[in-house]
């Protein structure tokens, strides 16, 4: 074949933008942000630039995430599902040597072979180990920001243990480029990246695309807030939820801090603006995903469901809610196509969904693979829970006799209105909303394989794998098909040389 038209085959899956220039694009990713925080949820948390955003913007309501914070980021960077790169298990923790591969070519570096501008501000969490596995090169001209999952709000010091050593080591973690940033202690971090962010907006040549990837701390774990954020949450008698609910705050002031600065600079009417969660709340530290069943760490509706929204003076129906299906790993696709950019290295797992948020078609996505992880053990405790099942463990002996997928695995699938799950989910809880003592109803004990039609039962109370035993075993087949092309799980035991010293910071040691 003749390698102009092989380039042009390949890049078909990313259209030019029809603008007379690519778009500024703008994505800030909210950590553990629950389906019932945000307010045009009917949330009693005040989220006031979120909902006029999102209001005169496009609304994503059938959108999926994953369940952890590492998976998402890996999906949301590659556009491939988390199995076809080796990373279906859990996160990665502080010491352990690896990183979203090497050979992964990422959204910046597709975006700066498109001409952009690229910029990250805030949470990595893609794996620190070496050098080669820093944002800066990933395909980020600037990064200022932290590496790992979570740490404190003011000090900027996560805590890890490290078990080779028998000992919790505690070490800043701030980055400014690949140098540690250093002089910010005491400084709040959703308004130091905030700060951090609309300086570069400030400071941007406007003839040349920006992409600015802001990825929040807000409102994973530790709760904690300036005073003044709490003000207005003195009737919230939950003191883990009233926290929360002032995080967020914080965090909706400097989405409309980023959204003003854009538009004082004058590149709002040339921007696309995406916001998402990573995964779905954290109940055990004031998140709600009520009506939703689950939290984060589970596949039902409440760890993946996110709350999401595209916000831009391209898009063509403002002011619209799209129910089509779409996945974290189809911004790649995307936001590269927006750019007139090229897919030119692996297969992807997402889809270019820009027609159906702008232009409300219809998906191209009929199918979502939530992931398939044979190692899934629930860590977290599960109110009321009448067992523990870890994915290594048979459930009724259902091994398929005909060679096909092992219900007994942690893993879920989404096709059209279907969802099926086998294995044991997480945890099974609807919790209650905040303020509120709702039963939840019985639970019927788990089955090793569920269907919920999720279009009519979108809470998953109804159960009807019986009725259906034909979706079932499609849907079974479709996830040992699935199965088949999975990589190796990588997830190496931890390096003792990741110890930074009682003096120094997190970072790469390899």
Known sequence: MDFSLFISVFCASFPVSLAARPPHVVFILADDFGWNDVGYHNSEIITPNLDKLSAGGVRLENYYVQPLCTPSR???????????????HQIIWPCQPYCVPLEEKLLPQRMKEAGYDTHMVGKWHLGMYKKECLPTRRGFD?????????????????????????MTRCALDLRDGEEVATGYQGVYSTEMFSERATGIIEKHNPDKPLFLYVALQAVHSPLQVPERYLAPYGFIEDPQRRLYAGMVSAMDEA??????????????????????TDNGGQTLSGGSNWPLRGRKW????????????VASPLLKRPGTVCRELIHVSDWLPTLVGLAGGCNSSRPLDGFNVWNAISKGFASPRLELLHNIDPLYVDIAQCPGKRSRRTSAQAVDGRLRPDGGFNVSIHAAIRSTHWKLLTGYPGCDVWFPRPGHNESDGPRDPLKPVMLFNIEKDPQERDEVSASFPGIVDNLLSRLHQHQRSAQPINFPDEDPRCDPGPSGAWGPWA
């Open 74 to 88: 890996n999906q949301l960077m590659t556009g491939r599902y988390q199995i076809h790169t080796g990373m279906q």
């Open 142 to 166: 600037t990064y200022f920001g932290y590496l790992s999952g979570s740490e404190d709000y003011f000090t900027h010091v996560s805590c890890t243990r490290i078990a080779a050593l028998n």
């Open 255 to 276: 989405v409309g801090n980023i959204t003003r600065s854009l538009q004082e600079r004058g590149l709002w009417d040339d921007t696309v603006l995406v916001f998402s």
């Open 298 to 309: 589970s596949l039902w509706e409440g760890g993946i469901r996110g709350v999401g929204f």
